[in-house]
C-alpha cells in the first residue's frame, strides 16, 4: 500500500529533551515536507526536501532540523523542544511538478 | 493580515442541503487552487484542484475560482455524514510548487 508512516504518532516530553519524528514514504517521491498545524492558523510548513541531500527552510523552521539522506526517509528533529513547540506535526510527500501532496497520519507532540 | 482567510466554522448542515465553503486571498499572484479534506485524526487528501477562474466538477463536488474578487469556493450537492471533515483551502505561492494554506472550515452534516 502507497503510504507515508510516522512514528511516533503521540509523543509527550518536557523542555529540553532533544526528540526525533521519523517520516516514510514508499512512493520514491522527491519531494518531501513537513508541516505544523495548530488551530486557527492551518498548515505552516516547517522544510521541505527536493531531493536527496537538497532540503530547504519554510515558513517555521526555528526550532528545528531536518536531513534527508534517503529519498524515502525525512526525519524531523527538535534538538531542544520547547512549549511553543505543541502541536499536530505532518509529514507529506509528493511526486516532482504536482500539487498532490500524501500526508501521513500526523504526530501529536506536547511539550511541558 | 493573513495571506488566505477561511472561516473556521464549525458550519453544521442537515444531510442533503448543499454546502458552500469559501476562501479569500490577498496576493493576486496566486494560481493553481486547491481544496483538501482532513477527516478528525488524519492527514488532509487533495480532493480538487483548479488553475484558472471559473468551476470545476466532479461528481458532487464543484471548485469555483473567481480571481478578480480573489475567492475560491467548494460546493457539496447532497451533503452526506461521511462529508463531515475539516476543508483546507491552498494555493500555490511562486514558482516552485510552494502552497500556503488556509486554517481550514470544519464541516458537520447532521443525519
Known amino acids: 500500500e502507497a503510504q507515508v508512516t510516522q512514528n511516533p504518532r503521540y509523543l509527550i516530553t518536557v523542555t529540553g529533551k532533544k526528540l526525533t519524528v521519523t517520516c516514510s514514504q514508499n512512493?520514491?517521491?522527491?519531494?518531501m515536507s513537513w508541516y505544523r498545524q495548530d488551530p486557527g492558523l492551518g498548515l505552516r510548513q516547517i522544510y521541505y526536501?527536493?531531493?536527496?541531500?537538497?532540503?530547504d527552510k519554510g515558513d517555521v523552521p526555528e526550532g528545528y532540523k531536518v536531513s534527508r539522506k534517503e529519498k524515502r526517509n525525512f526525519p524531523l528533529i527538535l534538538e531542544s523542544p520547547s512549549p511553543n513547540q505543541t502541536s499536530l506535526y505532518f509529514c507529506?510527500?509528493?511526486?516532482?511538478?504536482?500539487?498532490?501532496?500524501?500526508f501521513g497520519p500526523g504526530t501529536r507532540l506536547t511539550v511541558t | 493580515q493573513k495571506e488566505v482567510e477561511q472561516d473556521p466554522g464549525p458550519l453544521s448542515v442537515p444531510e442533503g442541503a448543499i454546502v458552500s465553503l469559501n476562501c479569500t486571498y490577498s496576493n493576486s499572484a496566486f494560481q493553481y487552487f486547491m481544496w483538501y479534506r482532513q477527516y478528525s485524526r488524519k492527514g488532509p487528501e487533495l480532493l480538487m484542484y483548479?488553475?484558472s477562474s471559473g468551476n470545476k466538477e466532479d461528481g458532487r463536488f464543484t471548485a469555483q475560482v473567481d480571481k478578480s474578487s480573489k475567492y475560491i469556493s467548494l460546493f457539496i450537492r447532497d451533503s452526506q455524514p461521511s462529508d463531515s471533515a475539516t476543508y483546507l483551502c491552498a494555493m500555490r505561492r511562486g514558482s516552485n510548487y510552494q502552497l500556503i494554506w488556509g486554517a481550514g472550515t470544519k464541516l458537520i452534516i447532521k443525519p
Open positions: 526536501s527536493m531531493n536527496v541531500e537538497v532540503t
Open positions: 512512493m520514491n517521491h522527491e519531494y
Open positions: 483548479t488553475y
Open positions: 507529506a510527500s509528493r511526486p516532482s511538478e504536482t500539487y498532490e501532496q500524501y
